[in-house]
């Protein structure tokens, strides 16, 4: 098994969105919303691309209140936090303009309740013009829907997807060491669609082509497997 | 107080953003997630641990049946890294951490 981050078609989506975002012309908001299903990546993902990228990552909590939103913030943004809230929204603006960085909000469904905490985002991608992504779970884009001006601004909304049969053949090209016959990826998609379980069903199909020393693996023997 | 940094601090700088996000966490994952080599990973999360920043979290069980340590940050001090220099210097409340000698558990 080979140790590298696959590149899904999730992942793939996600990247050009970025490179989208980062490239954006004058005019063009550069807010972007993440959604899908717990357990898909999502977090996993967006801090693989912060690691290569100028990223700060901001995980919220149910009872955020706008001024804990922002201290958390500015914390992240490298400033030790002022009192007042209208001097943490200046240091958050002062940090953003000095040195651009895309801000990720995780949870950001978390927000919704709150018409204050949410347009408060909002207005800091307003007035420093840096990316913004808020993660969300499934639905939240219904959730945020309900804030209009919010929602005009995302102009990148990616979904996470389960994964397809298409992204188990390339999760098991880039990652498996042995060949994969088509019928054997079929059946992997059948049995699992989470990338933790295909990767369960990856190192089975290593270790039967390892002791019966086979060059590609076919679906009669991950069948064997079960008995 | 002033402390001569050494020249890795890019890579520590990204595997302290990932842990600090992430609940539990192993080696493993944060080298594929941060794209740095497991040793350099692994290294740097003993560091943490021997300055008490980060403690072991149970196991968890991979693919091929093998067990790895899970491990959990404590210590969440801020987002500047902190950085090995026969103690530990964090520069996020600008102190050092006294590295006691553990046995290996790893």
């Given at each position: 098994?080979?140790?590298?981050?696959a590149?899904?078609?999730?992942?793939?989506?996600?990247?050009?969105?970025?490179?989208?975002?980062?490239?954006?012309?004058?005019?063009?908001?550069?807010?972007?919303?993440?959604?899908?299903?717990?357990?898909?990546?999502?977090?996993?993902?967006?801090?693989?691309?912060?690691?290569?990228?100028?990223?700060?990552?901001?995980?919220?909590?149910?009872?955020?209140?706008?001024?804990?939103?922002?201290?958390?913030?500015?914390?992240?943004?490298?400033?030790?936090p002022?009192?007042?809230?209208s001097?943490?929204?200046?240091?958050?603006?002062?940090?953003?303009?000095?040195?651009p960085?895309?801000?990720?909000?995780?949870?950001?469904?978390?927000?919704?309740h709150?018409?204050?905490?949410?347009?408060?985002?909002?207005?800091?991608?307003?007035?420093?013009?840096?990316?913004?992504?808020?993660?969300?779970?499934?639905?939240a884009?219904?959730?945020?829907?309900?804030?209009?001006?919010?929602?005009?601004?995302?102009?990148?909304?990616?979904?996470?997807?389960?994964?397809?049969?298409a992204?188990?053949?390339?999760?098991?090209?880039?990652?498996?060491?042995?060949?994969?016959?088509?019928?054997?990826?079929?059946?992997?998609?059948?049995?699992?669609?989470?990338?933790?379980?295909?990767?369960?069903?990856?190192?089975?199909?290593?270790?039967?082509?390892?002791?019966?020393?086979?060059?590609?693996?076919?679906?009669?023997?991950?069948?064997?497997?079960?008995? | 107080?002033?402390?001569?940094?050494?020249?890795?601090?890019?890579?520590?700088?990204?595997?302290?953003?990932?842990?600090?996000?992430?609940?539990?966490?192993?080696?493993?994952?944060?080298?594929?997630?941060?794209?740095?080599?497991?040793?350099?990973?692994?290294?740097?999360?003993?560091?943490?641990?021997?300055?008490?920043?980060?403690?072991?979290?149970?196991?968890?069980?991979?693919?091929?049946?093998?067990?790895?340590?899970?491990?959990?940050?404590?210590?969440?001090?801020?987002?500047?890294?902190?950085?090995?220099?026969?103690?530990?210097?964090?520069?996020?409340?600008?102190?050092?951490?006294?590295?006691?000698?553990?046995?290996?558990?790893?």
């Amino acid at each position: 098994m080979k140790k590298v981050f696959a590149r899904t078609s999730n992942v793939n989506s996600f990247v050009s969105a970025m490179t989208r975002l980062l490239k954006r012309e004058d005019g063009i908001p550069g807010m972007s919303l993440l959604f899908g299903e717990p357990g898909l990546g999502k977090t996993r993902t967006t801090l693989w691309w912060c690691a290569q990228n100028d990223g700060v990552f901001i995980r919220t909590k149910k009872l955020m209140t706008g001024r804990w939103l922002l201290e958390e913030i500015v914390a992240e943004l490298g400033e030790a936090p002022m009192r007042r809230t209208s001097e943490l929204f200046r240091q958050a603006v002062d940090q953003l303009l000095e040195r651009p960085r895309t801000l990720f909000v995780d949870e950001a469904d978390y927000l919704a309740h709150d018409a204050r905490v949410i347009e408060t985002l909002r207005d800091l991608h307003d007035t420093t013009g840096t990316p913004l992504v808020l993660i969300g779970m499934d639905q939240a884009d219904k959730k945020l829907m309900r804030f209009k001006h919010l929602y005009d601004r995302f102009s990148e909304i990616v979904r996470f997807a389960p994964l397809s049969a298409a992204d188990v053949k390339s999760v098991a090209e880039q990652m498996c060491e042995v060949k994969l016959a088509d019928d054997a990826v079929s059946y992997i998609h059948g049995q699992a669609n989470r990338f933790r379980r295909v990767v369960v069903w990856l190192y089975k199909a290593e270790s039967i082509a390892k002791a019966n020393s086979l060059k590609e693996v076919t679906t009669a023997h991950l069948q064997g497997v079960k008995k | 107080m002033t402390v001569i940094l050494s020249k890795q601090q890019d890579n520590k700088e990204k595997i302290w953003k990932t842990i600090r996000a992430l609940r539990d966490f192993n080696v493993e994952e944060v080298s594929i997630v941060v794209n740095v080599a497991h040793s350099i990973v692994s290294r740097y999360i003993f560091q943490l641990y021997q300055a008490g920043y980060v403690r072991p979290a149970g196991k968890c069980k991979e693919g091929n049946g093998r067990k790895r340590q899970l491990w959990r940050l404590v210590k969440n001090t801020g987002p500047k890294a902190p950085l090995p220099c026969r103690c530990l210097y964090d520069p996020n409340i600008d102190d050092l951490a006294a590295v006691k000698e553990v046995k290996d558990v790893a």
